[in-house]
């Protein structure tokens, strides 16, 4: 009799531990970070920011660190909600500057249509480089 009464006990105590498990496994949400969107709009998809960020990196020819800084709790990841790169803002107004050259010189309104980007002025390298050399100016008489 002890020992139908001791499977009952380890029975009931595994089925508690077994609930107590599934309900926090339920609760416990992937707490990821919102997209720190300032110059993007806030409904994008995560799909299209990873387009955007890839362009990014390839227009530049940097990685991800470059503009994001790395995690607080776990320096081997990003915390790319952080603005503690100046990086970061940097390419915020250099997003919103081609929006402009974009709309007030080539009416960019559709998809598809030439315009100025990343790499129009990058050119794979991380500093844009001028590749117009100006003629000197003329001798002073």
Same mark, same amino acid.
């Not at 089925?15 to 949400?29: C, D, E, H, K, S």
């Not at 100046?86 to 997003?95: C, L, Q, S, T, Y």
């Given at each position: 009799?002890?020992?139908?009464?001791?499977?009952?006990?380890?029975?009931?105590?595994?089925?508690?531990?077994?609930?107590?498990?599934?309900?926090?496994?339920?609760?416990?949400?992937?707490?990821?970070?919102?997209?720190?969107?300032?110059?993007?709009?806030?409904?994008?998809?995560?799909?299209?920011?990873?387009?955007?960020?890839?362009?990014?990196?390839?227009?530049?020819? /940097?990685?991800?660190?470059?503009?994001?800084?790395?995690? *607080?709790? $776990?320096? &081997?990841?990003? #915390?790319?909600?952080?603005?503690? =790169?100046?990086?970061?803002? /940097?390419?915020?107004?250099?997003?919103?500057?081609?929006? *402009?050259? $974009?709309? &007030?010189?080539? #009416?960019?309104?559709?998809?598809? =249509?030439?315009?100025?980007?990343?790499?129009?002025?990058?050119?794979?390298?991380?500093?844009?480089?001028?590749?117009?050399?100006?003629?000197?100016?003329?001798?002073?008489?």
């Amino acid at each position: 009799m002890y020992q139908l009464h001791k499977k009952k006990f380890l029975a009931g105590i595994s089925l508690v531990f077994i609930l107590m498990v599934g309900v926090a496994a339920t609760t416990v949400q992937d707490k990821k970070p919102k997209p720190n969107l300032k110059v993007l709009p806030k409904d994008i998809s995560h799909e299209e920011l990873e387009k955007i960020m890839k362009g990014f990196n390839v227009s530049l020819g /940097v990685k991800c660190n470059h503009c994001h800084a790395p995690s *607080k709790t $776990n320096p &081997k990841k990003l #915390d790319f909600s952080s603005d503690e =790169k100046p990086e970061k803002n /940097v390419a915020r107004d250099m997003m919103r500057m081609t929006a *402009k050259i $974009n709309k &007030k010189y080539f #009416d960019y309104v559709e998809e598809g =249509k030439t315009v100025i980007t990343c790499i129009t002025c990058h050119n794979g390298k991380e500093h844009p480089e001028s590749k117009i050399t100006l003629p000197a100016p003329p001798p002073e008489r």
